[in-house]
């Protein structure tokens, strides 16, 4: 809307001051309607273009919108079974989108909505190493980024109390259907899509006691806390 509104507001205005000069026309006073009316055919097409060309962000916002809404309904499922749920974790140039700390693990949970091609079945081949979308690579590497950010919170937590936590990268895409290649597939990263994540975790061995909860939710949310 912070892009869009000007655009509106100028045709909007222009458009105003074009028909004001044509309701003078029919008054005694001289008539310009002319240079107003030009004014606000170029005011038209140039905003029509700029916002156009918004298109296809509005569109990634929308698509982004709609995924974090269906994994906020997943976690809030994982929260209703007693995981503790943090979300935009942030540092320096990146952030990570949610945190899942529970008895079975800590779990760094990365997001990617992505639309799906209209007219064929498209879906995500992971082999353990490689991640395709329809045949194709995503730039830049998403298991790069969530490994990384999973580096990132166990150092943290490692940091902060002298314990090393087991950390699990996870990504997320929601509504994709996800095709593991081999039993060892998700050994390193979990590539799920969004309904499968509470399967898994619940899937896994209890590795964390309660004080190990507590511990890593108070490290963390005084974190969250000391950048506000």
């Not at 026309?25 to 055919?41: C, D, K, M, N």
């Not at 259907?177 to 039993?183: C, H, I, L, Q």
Request: charged share 25%; net charge positive.
């Amino acid at each position: 809307m912070d892009s869009f509104l000007p655009y509106f507001l100028v045709v909007s205005t222009l458009c105003a001051y074009a028909l004001i000069e044509w309701m003078r026309y029919y008054r005694p006073l001289p008539p310009s309607p002319l240079f107003a009316t030009v004014v606000a055919i170029v005011a038209v097409l140039y905003s029509a273009y700029k916002v156009n060309k918004m298109r296809p962000k509005i569109h990634a916002l929308k698509l982004g919108r709609d995924g974090e809404k269906f994994v906020g309904q997943t976690l809030e499922e994982l929260r209703t079974a007693g995981a503790i749920v943090l979300h935009d974790i942030t540092s320096n140039g990146f952030n990570v989108d949610h945190v899942v700390i529970s008895f079975k693990g800590i779990f760094v949970i990365e997001t990617k909505t992505r639309s799906k091609p209209k007219g064929r079945d498209t879906k995500i081949v992971y082999d353990g190493e490689k991640l395709l979308i329809d045949g194709w690579t995503l730039p830049p590497d998403p298991l790069k980024q969530v490994q990384a950010n999973t580096d990132w919170i166990r150092d943290l937590l490692m940091e902060s109390t002298g314990k090393s936590f087991p950390v699990k990268p996870v990504l997320l895409f929601p509504g994709w259907y996800v095709d593991p290649v081999g039993t060892h597939a998700h050994d390193r990263v979990w590539v799920l899509t969004t309904k499968a994540l509470p399967a898994f975790i619940d899937h896994e061995k209890t590795i964390l006691s309660l004080e190990d909860v507590k511990m890593a939710t108070c490290h963390l949310s005084r974190y969250i806390r000391s950048l506000r």
